[in-house]
């Protein structure tokens, strides 16, 4: 499912959108738990929030996404794309940060030794 994450663990829109993606077609809560990667108590707390917020309809023990709900995933998705690219930006700057201070240092101890030849 996702592979998006600023950080070992997921945030809480990445589960939610996990378990949007997992109901798309029709899932029942096992094949969402394994599909989201989720244990069974987060499943149990994010099928709450889904079904609560209107992405997803149960119809008898199988979960669907509501037509807000494939919007929302379509908003997150979109999202995530969007962030994959600032990332990537920030990263390319922190990147960049990394090198300029270096020449500076660089430049720094070459003009330090010249004024120590200098001195002597």
């Given at each position: 499912m996702s592979k998006?994450?600023?950080?070992k663990?997921?945030d809480?829109?990445?589960?939610?959108t996990?378990?949007?993606?997992?109901?798309?077609?029709?899932?029942?809560k096992?094949?969402i738990m394994s599909l989201?990667n989720?244990s069974?108590?987060?499943l149990e707390?994010y099928?709450?929030?889904?079904?609560?917020?209107?992405?997803?309809?149960?119809?008898?023990s199988t979960?669907f996404?509501?037509?807000?709900?494939a919007?929302?995933?379509?908003?997150?998705?979109?999202?995530?794309?969007?962030?994959?690219?600032?990332?990537?930006i920030?990263a390319a700057?922190?990147?960049e940060h990394?090198?300029l201070?270096?020449?500076?240092e660089e430049r720094?101890?070459?003009?330090l030794?010249?004024?120590?030849?200098?001195h002597?």
């Open positions: 998006f994450y600023l950080s663990n997921r809480r829109l990445s589960i939610v996990d378990v949007l993606e997992a109901a798309k077609t029709g899932a029942n096992t094949m989201a989720l069974f108590k987060l707390k099928l709450y929030v889904a079904v609560s917020s209107g992405f997803i309809q149960i119809d008898h979960y996404l509501t037509q807000d709900g919007d929302f995933l379509k908003r997150c998705k979109a999202f995530r794309k969007r962030y994959a690219r600032a990332q990537t920030v700057l922190g990147s990394e090198e201070w270096r020449q500076c720094l101890i070459g003009e030794r010249l004024g120590k030849d200098k002597s």
